[in-house]
């Protein structure tokens, strides 16, 4: 079975190589050494803490079945991260903005540190206080990182066609290489060197520890505008209005939660429904799949909206269109796959 998702991990990570490199000349930008070197600490530190972030998503159910909780329980779990990001997610980005976003981003190394030091522990009540530090940091990681970037550099007084240049690396690195590395790691300490499902949260407090440490003592801080501070309840009215006042808005959001919603799910079934009974499965291994076909579809999507003939409304409607199929693949195979499993077991 390793052999089957070596050849496939192979063969993606051909086919993205082939995409990245064969991007033109002409997408560099001349930058200054200045730049260079804000835009590499920024991406060290980002790709630190996003390795703290994706060496936990393989084993945090798995983590949790040999504590001996069932679904049930688990999904109380996962709902409670989820929940937590929700509710914080909506005061996290004005409180950063107020108190500093450089202490913001401390904020998410110090909780989500915490967040992993409470999977040691078996006893449900720890658990959960873990995963509701989870969805602060989960919070803080996709609010506070960006917002310090974007006002550092615009104070710092570098070109603003530069800013895309750091975004577009955070991206590759951050949620395409780092993921998928994150997801090797992750199966080496479990599986190679047997240190047990906890050991990827350990090696992510280590991640997330050094990140700190940079910046700490490299950074600066800064704040929002004072002037454009609202309170919670004059932006949740805001946000309303504009609801309220324009129905593509709130078929975009509706749009955005439904495929949030079914990746969510995925993300909360996928252990189970590859090791149903309790089969012994490479977490990681898969992780560092799924990562890379997610990279891979991004540099597909990158390439196809690069083309004016290619309409955002059509692309989506194949997105969403292939994303149902992908779902809907399990459910045709597992009734297809009953009756022959009924007959060979009789």
Same mark, same amino acid.
């Given at each position: 079975?390793?052999?089957?998702?070596?050849?496939?991990?192979?063969?993606?990570?051909?086919?993205?190589?082939t995409?990245?490199?064969?991007?033109?000349?002409?997408?560099?930008? %001349?930058?200054?050494? &200045?730049?260079?070197?804000?835009?590499?600490?920024? *991406? #060290? $530190?980002?790709? @630190?803490?996003?390795?703290?972030?994706?060496?936990?998503?393989?084993?945090v159910?798995?983590l949790?079945?040999?504590?001996?909780?069932?679904?049930?329980?688990?999904?109380?779990?996962?709902?409670?991260?989820?929940?937590?990001?929700?509710?914080?997610?909506?005061?996290?980005?004005?409180?950063?903005?107020?108190?500093?976003?450089?202490?913001?981003?401390?904020?998410?190394?110090?909780?989500?540190?915490?967040?992993?030091?409470?999977?040691?522990?078996?006893?449900?009540?720890?658990?959960?206080?873990?995963?509701?530090?989870?969805?602060?940091?989960?919070?803080?990681?996709?609010?506070?990182?960006?917002?310090?970037?974007?006002?550092?550099?615009?104070?710092?007084?570098?070109?603003?066609?530069?800013?895309?240049?750091?975004?577009?690396?955070?991206v590759?690195?951050? %949620?395409?290489?780092? &993921?998928?590395?994150?997801?090797?790691?992750?199966? *080496? #300490? $479990?599986g190679? @060197?047997?240190?047990?499902?906890?050991?990827?949260?350990?090696?992510?407090?280590?991640?997330?520890?050094?990140?700190?440490?940079?910046?700490?003592?490299?950074?600066?801080?800064?704040?929002?505008?004072?002037?454009?501070?609202?309170?919670?309840?004059?932006?949740?009215?805001?946000?309303?209005?504009?609801?309220?006042?324009?129905?593509?808005?709130?078929?975009?959001?509706?749009?955005?939660s439904?495929?949030?919603?079914?990746?969510?799910?995925?993300?909360?079934?996928?252990?189970?429904?590859?090791?149903?009974?309790?089969?012994?499965?490479?977490?990681?291994?898969?992780?560092?799949?799924?990562?890379?076909?997610?990279?891979?579809?991004s540099?597909?999507?990158?390439?196809?909206?690069?083309?004016?003939?290619?309409?955002?409304?059509?692309?989506?409607?194949?997105?969403?269109?292939?994303?149902?199929?992908?779902?809907?693949?399990?459910?045709?195979?597992? $009734?297809?796959?009953?009756?022959?499993?009924?007959?060979?077991?009789?």
């Amino acid at each position: 079975m390793e052999l089957f998702y070596l050849i496939v991990f192979g063969a993606l990570g051909v086919i993205v190589a082939t995409l990245e490199l064969s991007k033109n000349n002409k997408d560099r930008i %001349n930058t200054s050494s &200045a730049f260079n070197s804000f835009k590499n600490n920024y *991406l #060290l $530190v980002y790709s @630190l803490m996003m390795a703290g972030d994706w060496l936990q998503g393989p084993y945090v159910y798995y983590l949790y079945t040999t504590y001996g909780f069932g679904k049930g329980d688990i999904g109380q779990l996962f709902i409670a991260g989820f929940g937590s990001s929700m509710l914080f997610g909506t005061i996290v980005g004005s409180l950063a903005d107020k108190h500093g976003r450089k202490r913001a981003s401390i904020t998410y190394c110090v909780t989500y540190i915490l967040s992993c030091i409470t999977k040691h522990s078996p006893e449900y009540r720890i658990l959960m206080i873990g995963r509701i530090l989870g969805g602060i940091a989960t919070s803080l990681l996709f609010s506070s990182f960006e917002s310090w970037l974007v006002a550092e550099h615009n104070k710092r007084g570098f070109e603003q066609q530069w800013l895309s240049l750091t975004f577009s690396k955070a991206v590759f690195l951050g %949620n395409g290489l780092v &993921a998928i590395l994150a997801g090797l790691l992750g199966n *080496l #300490l $479990v599986g190679t @060197l047997a240190l047990g499902p906890v050991a990827p949260f350990d090696a992510a407090s280590c991640f997330l520890a050094i990140g700190m440490a940079i910046i700490i003592s490299s950074w600066t801080e800064n704040y929002g505008d004072p002037t454009e501070s609202k309170d919670l309840l004059t932006q949740f009215r805001g946000a309303a209005a504009a609801i309220a006042s324009d129905e593509k808005i709130a078929l975009l959001g509706a749009i955005q939660s439904l495929f949030e919603g079914s990746m969510y799910t995925f993300v909360f079934l996928w252990t189970p429904a590859l090791s149903p009974n309790g089969e012994d499965i490479p977490h990681g291994f898969i992780f560092s799949i799924f990562m890379l076909s997610s990279m891979l579809g991004s540099s597909f999507a990158s390439r196809l909206m690069a083309r004016a003939s290619v309409r955002v409304e059509s692309y989506m409607q194949i997105v969403f269109l292939v994303s149902s199929a992908a779902l809907f693949l399990p459910v045709v195979t597992s $009734v297809c796959y009953k009756p022959y499993k009924i007959i060979f077991s009789g």
